[in-house]
């Protein structure tokens, strides 16, 4: 034991000897190991950040939540069908909530509407473009992720009585409003003025395509009096246990049949959907790049691996004469071949650490 520790030390020395009297070569190879790391933890980084902002955004839409729409969430090829289909109308919200109320041990909670469309909102000398301005019920709090950083969300009476109240979104409260409170300040929406009661906490953006801070909620009767330009609209519905998901897409899909009034040997012609859906349909997307990026970090280090062999072998090849001088002066084959792997390791290990220096800097 004692002589392979003194191995092992003596074998150290050499190593380092050689580094520092071919510095330019141990640098190089070097750099192959330190370029896969960095590679390789970078790619990580975004796989990473991609996963987490999808689940971000997923999370947006609620795991307990489902969308009566005219489309469905997934790619489909007999649109046509769809696009046939009698659009949602926010009236159904009120027909669906009475029939939760009268079934007993509905899984559903409540149904709310919504209207949206683009518009353009203007306070004094400032004003904010392609706006999403939603038109719901005082319900959609129970639905959504909405929570004020300042003021509040309207009141069931607000929104019945369609009053010209506004929660705006982070963004819009940022442009507007950007050295002032924004609270019981009225901005210009469609030429009405409508004064701002709450500000919603910043929630980034669905899968990078539309920001929900670039937003305006209203009272839908306040909307719907305003706003008479082509609308989308759909309903959605708040599972009691999400656990029952799927027992309560059964009981909504009957109910909404109901609505439709639709016969036993009709197909439905509306769509629900949930969360789950744009999982199974970007799923395969974020799996794909997580596969690419780990082919072309492992890549990176094999092309660092095939530098640090090269050189080892060169490193052999021109010392043959100092290992012929020590085999004949008694030293092991292990012991020879013991110094080679360490000289290795050194410039692996050397590599990686300056690496992964990097990669923190660089991500950090």
Known sequence: MKRFLYELSESWKIAAAQMRSN?????????????????????????????????KSMAVLGDDVLYVTQWPWKPVDDWWNYRDRKKIKTEYAETLNRMIAATPNSNLVVAVPTSNLMRSVKYGGNQVDNVFVLGTTSDFIVTST??????????ELESRGGANVVMIGFDVADALFPSESPIDKSVLINGQLFKVIGVNTRQGTFLGLFSWDSMVAMPLAAFNKYFSAKTESDVRVKVKDKTKLAEAKDELTGLMRRVRGLPPEKKDDFSINEQQAFKSTL?????SIA?????????????????IMNITFVSVKERTKEIGTRKALGARRRTILLQFLIESTALCLLGGFIGLAFAYLMCF
């Open 23 to 55: 510095l330019t070569r141990s640098t190089l190879t070097a750099l192959g190991v330190i370029i896969g790391i960095i590679a390789v933890t970078l790619m990580g980084t975004a796989v990473n950040g991609i996963s987490v902002g999808f689940d």
């Open 146 to 155: 909405i929570d004020c950083t300042v003021g509040r969300f309207f009141n």
């Open 283 to 287: 799923d395969p997307v974020k799996n």
């Open 291 to 307: 596969i690419a990026g780990l082919f072309i970090t492992g890549l990176s280090l094999f092309v660092g691996a095939i530098g």
